[in-house]
C-alpha cells in the first residue's frame, strides 16, 4: 500500500500534483475511442494541457502507443477493427512501459467485452479500469445495473464490487456516478463533487476516462494510479459544477464544460474537491 497517500489530505495533495504536472509537461495521450465522443475526448484533453491522439487503426496501434505517454481504450463502438487496435495498443504499452486506461463502455449489456477485458490483460496491461457504477457491477458479476452504455446512478454494493474488480485484475478502478467510487484494493476513495447536468450531454464518462489517461501519463508507469484517477474525475466533476453555474441546458452546458476545464489547476481541487479515503 501508499501510505503516502492513503488519507484523505495526503491523495487530494497528490491528486492536484499531477493536474498540475499535466499541464506543465502536456503529456501525449493516445486514444481508442468510440465515434460518438472521439473529438469531445480529443477537445477536453487539450482543455486540460494535454495532447491528444486518437490512433484507432490496428496497423498503427503497436508502434504509435510507444511514443504516447499513456494510453486510453474505450470500449464503445467496438467494432472489430478497434478490438484488434486495442490489443496492439495494450500490447505496445506493455512492453514501453505505458501505463493504460480502460475504460468498458457498454459492458453490462454486451457480454463479449468481458472477454476482451481478459485478453487485454492477458497480453498487455490495465493500470485504470473507469467505468460508470452499473459498468463495474457487471465486472464484478451482478447484472441489472445498466441501461444500454448508461448507469442507474448511485447503486448499493458498489464499493465492494470495485474492491473485488481492482482485485481481479490487479489494477485501480474508479466506478463513477453520485458519489464515485475510486479503489485500488488497498485504499478506497468517495468522492463528493459533481453535476446533474453532466448526465444530460453525451460523453461526460467518456471525457473523464481521456482525463484519467492524461493524469495516469503525469504518474507514469508504477505511479499512483488512485491519486490519477482522483485528479481526473475530480478536475471533471469541478469543471461540471462551474459550467452549471453558467448554464442550465443541456446545449451551452457542453460548451461551458470545456471551457471550464481548462480552468481546473491543482489549487482547484485542494480548494473544491470533497473527498473522503480510507484504508480496507
Known amino acids: 500500500m501508499n501510505e503516502r497517500h492513503s488519507n484523505a489530505g495526503a491523495l487530494l495533495r497528490e491528486a492536484a500534483r499531477l493536474a498540475d504536472a499535466v499541464q506543465e509537461t502536456s503529456p501525449l495521450v493516445d486514444c481508442l475511442t468510440n465515434f460518438v465522443t472521439v473529438n469531445d475526448c480529443a477537445n ?17 496501434a503497436f508502434d504509435f502507443v510507444q511514443l504516447a505517454g499513456a494510453a486510453y481504450i474505450n470500449f464503445g463502438t467496438y467494432i472489430k477493427e478497434h478490438e484488434m487496435a486495442g490489443y496492439q495498443m495494450a500490447l505496445g504499452a506493455k512492453l514501453a512501459g505505458k501505463p493504460v486506461v480502460v475504460d468498458p463502455v457498454g459492458c453490462g449489456a454486451i457480454p463479449h467485452l468481458f472477454g476482451v477485458l481478459a485478453r487485454i490483460c492477458r497480453t498487455g496491461r490495465v493500470d485504470l479500469i473507469k467505468g460508470n457504477m452499473g459498468e463495474v457491477m457487471a465486472l464484478a458479476g451482478h447484472a ?4 444500454g452504455v448508461d448507469s442507474d446512478g448511485d447503486i448499493a454494493g458498489v464499493e465492494e464490487a470495485a474492491v473485488a474488480v481492482a ?22 476513495a468517495r468522492l463528493h463533487n459533481g453535476t446533474e447536468l453532466l448526465t444530460k450531454i453525451t460523453g461526460a464518462g467518456c471525457m473523464a476516462g481521456a482525463l484519467c489517461g492524461a493524469t495516469a501519463a503525469a504518474a507514469g508507469a508504477g505511479g499512483d494510479m488512485l491519486a490519477a484517477a482522483v485528479a481526473a474525475i ?5 469543471a461540471g459544477e462551474r459550467a452549471a453555474k453558467q448554464a442550465r441546458l443541456p446545449g451551452s452546458f457542453r460548451v461551458a464544460l470545456v471551457d ?6 491543482g489549487s482547484a481541487l485542494l480548494a473544491e474537491g470533497m473527498i473522503e479515503c480510507r484504508c480496507l
Do not use: H, N, W
Open 260 to 265: 471550464c476545464v481548462a480552468e481546473i489547476t
Open 144 to 147: 441489472g445495473a445498466t441501461k
Open 234 to 238: 475530480t478536475a471533471m466533476s469541478l
Open 167 to 188: 482485485r481481479k485484475y490487479g489494477c485501480t478502478v474508479a466506478a463513477t456516478g453520485k458519489a464515485d467510487v475510486i479503489t485500488d484494493g488497498t485504499r478506497l
Open 44 to 60: 477536453v484533453l487539450l482543455a486540460f494541457g494535454a495532447s491528444p491522439a486518437m490512433c484507432d487503426a490496428q496497423d498503427e
